[in-house]
């Protein structure tokens, strides 16, 4: 059975075609119908002549299933991926909506604020395939998916194609990546890392912002030309209204030299928003990209320029200045200001010769508030992706999933202990009440209760499934669980001594657990929304709809807090129900209360914001160690963790 000849009726591997959605270079997609679970997916069938080698087909898989552990917003889920027979295929999440080429296409370019959001978006879902280890090599608007509420997905990050480039399948002149948008080291055959894809994001933004290609050439040989010794265009070329800042911003991240290149898709994308705005960013740059996605010889340090450096705005005018063009002509900027707005514009002089001493631009100080909180040490080495930590007897007990053993760190010095006490592999979720720390362990499916003064494991509690989610309090521990045989979940009920209570019984998937005013807080994933339980019998006794299928909870200051981790939206809900929103920023990870603030970690900006209590209102935001995820606390002092560098940080409120 060929990938191009499947008709609709059609069944692949428990999947039964619905209907063409397109073809390319790799295969065909589809729509069809998981029949197990009754949904719909984009079912992408690889050609059977790209895959027939038994070493390709085998790197496939492996590539499939490291890149399906990108759990990112902004990235498409892949939900399975096999090569069976003559066929290979991957089935991802069917998005209702149309890409960015299509978009444009059909209502024209985009305003400066669409495009920079839309490219933030997109940027947020490549550092995290970047901070995977992977390369997508085909960035392109037809690959950017964006739903009916403007949501945008990455797809098609480079699977098969990095497969078969890694393999050898690829041959001498070919490419992987699409002609458009190519960097030049791809044609040229060079090393590729996370800087290709930036240079492609770059001509996304051009084609956003112009509705044209970056090099809109007659023939492909042309193009090739064009890609490999022109400089990038300039978008006010086309469009004269436009910010003039978005010709720089163009220019570096299409520059021919990768090191020249914004280090980060998020710094490109955070240059977008501040020319949108007529201004440059103030952010320090990062490095994002690690293993095979990382440039060669990189530092594996959180970012290229010192956490309490910030890149000025004239070196931000420096680095974002159009690259020379051939012989003697040269780009400038000059500050102009404009008289009857009295704000300061940056325009383009085609000069003759070496640049004049006189063509930088002058820039007034900034202003800097004091901070709402700053961070006073950075514990690293802390196991492998610390996902979860908790507080308890003068120590932080870190959980890793791929780890057999907790990190166990002094919280006065943050020097980490000798004993580190062996839980086995699977580590989902730490707690602690009093003295003993509990830990969810999902491969093993047990929960084990740790003396936290001894470090001795005190209690063994085996369970029928896997846990997801643990909750301690003066009752015990709580375990929202999906056993082996049955459907639903359950939420299992300890006493300190490990005796078990009756457990309550869910019918549907619920994704985090809290308990607080004498209820038991879930969030309903396929319902979407907040089911509240009596806590002594299990009687449903609310449900409060929201938007979003994950969440995480916090129950503290007499609410309950909300944040809907796809939307960065926030909810602040009262007992009674009623409730109040605001704004959670962008990839929100996990919100923790601490001393009459509400922080939030937001994991792919690398920050930690800060939020009154009664208003909402944001307060500040810290600068932390790379993707922020969890929170434990003394009261005194909060940690959060870092994913891509295994760090905990410990900041003070000032």
Known sequence: MGADRLEPGAT??????????????????????????????????????????????????????????????????????????????????????????????????????????LLEQAAAGLDAIHGAGFVHRDVKPANLLIDRTGHLYVTDFGLVKQALSQSGATTTGQWVGTLDYVAPEQIRGGRVDARADIYALGGVLFFALTGKVPFDRTGDEAKLWAQLSEPAPAPTAYRPELPIQFDGVVARAMHKATDARYPSAGDLARAARAAAAGGFPAEPERMIARGAAAPEGAPQEPGLAPESVTVSAARQTELMAPEPAPRTRRWALAAVASGAAAAAAAVMLLLDGEPSARGGAVVAPIATATPVARVVSVTRDVGDRPGAIAYAAGDLW?????????????AATGVKRREQPHVGRGTVSVEAHGDVVWVAVADSRRV???????????????????????????????????????????????????????????????????????????????????????????????????????????????????????????????????????????????????????????????????????????????????????????????????????????????
């Open 12 to 117: 692949v591997a428990g999947y039964r075609i619905e209907s063409l959605l397109g073809r390319g270079g790799m295969g065909v997609v589809y729509c069809a119908r998981e029949l197990e679970l009754d949904r719909l997916v984009a079912l992408k069938v690889i050609s059977p002549a790209l895959v027939e080698d038994p070493a390709i087909r085998a790197r496939f898989l492996r590539e499939a299933r490291a890149a399906a552990a990108v759990e990112h917003p902004n990235v498409i889920p892949i939900h399975a991926a096999a090569a069976r027979d003559d066929i290979a295929f991957i089935a991802m999440r069917l998005v209702d909506g149309e890409d960015l080429r299509r978009r444009v296409r059909r209502f024209g370019a985009l305003t400066p604020g669409e495009a920079s959001k």
């Open 398 to 410: 870190v959980g890793s999933r791929g780890l057999t053993r907790l990190t166990r760190i002094d």
């Open 448 to 654: 084990i209760g740790i003396d936290a003064r001894t470090g001795e494991i005190i209690r063994r509690i085996p369970l029928d499934g896997e846990p997801l989610r643990l909750r301690a309090d003066a009752d015990g521990v709580w375990v929202l669980m999906r056993p082996v045989k049955n459907h639903g979940q359950l939420v299992r009920r300890f006493s300190a001594s490990g005796r078990e209570r009756a457990p309550f019984r869910l019918r549907r998937k619920h994704s985090a657990l809290e308990t607080g005013a004498g209820s038991v807080w879930l969030y309903d994933a396929a319902r979407q929304g907040i089911t509240r339980l009596d806590a002594q019998t299990g009687q449903r006794k609310q449900f409060i709809k929201l938007l979003g299928r994950r969440a995480t909870l916090t129950f503290a200051a007499g609410h309950l807090w909300v944040v809907i981790l796809e939307a960065g939206i926030g909810h602040r809900i009262k007992p009674d129900g009623g409730r109040m929103s605001f704004n959670a920023g962008h990839t929100p990870a996990q919100a923790w209360v601490f001393r009459g603030r509400l922080y939030i970690a937001a994991r792919d900006e690398h920050r930690v914001l800060v939020l009154d209590l009664e208003t909402r209102e944001h307060l500040g935001e810290i600068a932390v160690e790379p993707n922020p995820t969890a929170f434990g606390s003394d009261g005194r002092s909060l940690w959060v963790t870092g994913l891509a560098e295994n760090t905990v940080s410990r900041i003070l409120p000032r």
